[in-house]
T-cell receptor, first 116, second 114 residues
Framework: AQSVTQLGSHVSVSEGALVLLRCNYSSSVPPYLFWYVQYPNQGLQLLLKYTSAATLVKGINGFEAEFKKSETSFHLTKPSAHMSDAAEYFCAVSDLGGTSYGKLTFGQGTILTVHP | EPEVTQTPSHQVTQMGQEVILRCVPISNHLYFYWYRQILGQKVEFLVSFYNNEISEKSEIFDDQFSVERPDGSNFTLKIRSTKLEDSAMYFC????????????FGPGTRLTVT
């Protein structure tokens, strides 16, 4: 069975500061990992994905994430926060290498607040 | 840019009524999914659909739920007899399949059961 844990349901940063959103996963097969962002009253937008290629993955809006197998982590970072980054962020895992047809298992989400 | 669309954006229904939530996945995508998000909780997988049949379903997806792809474009989720606890945001997603594994989500339908 797969699971995702996002440490910190709320993260608050100042504009221009480093953003670090933590995600740890559990998977019985090599995982595919994703970060999604949800702005208020909108759907889930794909930020970036890890699918067993490069361990450092770059996504949209200046975000990136590093896959660390030894730590079972896939933390999301951005060097300099912008007010427009305020949203809820979801980490998700898919065990496409197993019997699943790409079912995503989500973490509980982290709400990012950016202060001026 | 192609996107997944869902209708309606908000549906209010009475307990015991049937509802149909509609989705138009991205053209040429092969895998289709429904998820739901109860207010304040995680996004939860309901069902996946491939090659005109259900490929996987969760424990939530009981006999009250069904999915259908009635034509080449629409993908629907039906709840036969709604319960209060079915109130949630329902998201449709589609994936290209083959070597592309990412899922693209629609904006969601907020279902309110009274």
């Amino acid at each position: 069975a797969q699971s995702v844990t996002q440490l910190g349901s709320h993260v608050s940063v100042s504009e221009g500061a480093l953003v670090l959103l933590r995600c740890n996963y559990s998977s019985s097969v090599p995982p595919y990992l994703f970060w999604y962002v949800q702005y208020p009253n909108q759907g889930l937008q794909l930020l970036l994905k890890y699918t067993s290629a490069a361990t450092l993955v770059k996504g949209i809006n200046g975000f990136e994430a590093e896959f660390k197998k030894s730590e079972t982590s896939f933390h999301l970072t951005k060097p300099s926060a912008h007010m427009s980054d305020a949203a809820e962020y979801f980490c998700a895992v898919s065990d496409l290498g197993g019997t699943s047809y790409g079912k995503l298992t989500f973490g509980q989400g982290t709400i990012l607040t950016v202060h001026p | 840019e192609p996107e997944v669309t869902q209708t309606p954006s908000h549906q209010v229904t009475q307990m015991g009524q049937e509802v149909i939530l509609r989705c138009v996945p991205i053209s040429n995508h092969l895998y289709f999914y429904w998820y739901r998000q109860i207010l304040g909780q995680k996004v939860e997988f309901l069902v996946s659909f491939y090659n005109n049949e259900i490929s996987e379903k969760s424990e939530i997806f009981d006999d009250q739920f069904s999915v259908e792809r009635p034509d080449g474009s629409n993908f629907t989720l039906k709840i036969r007899s709604t319960k209060l606890e079915d109130s949630a945001m329902y998201f449709c997603a589609s994936s290209p399949g083959l070597s592309s594994y990412e899922q693209y989500f629609g904006p969601g339908t907020r279902l309110t059961v009274t």
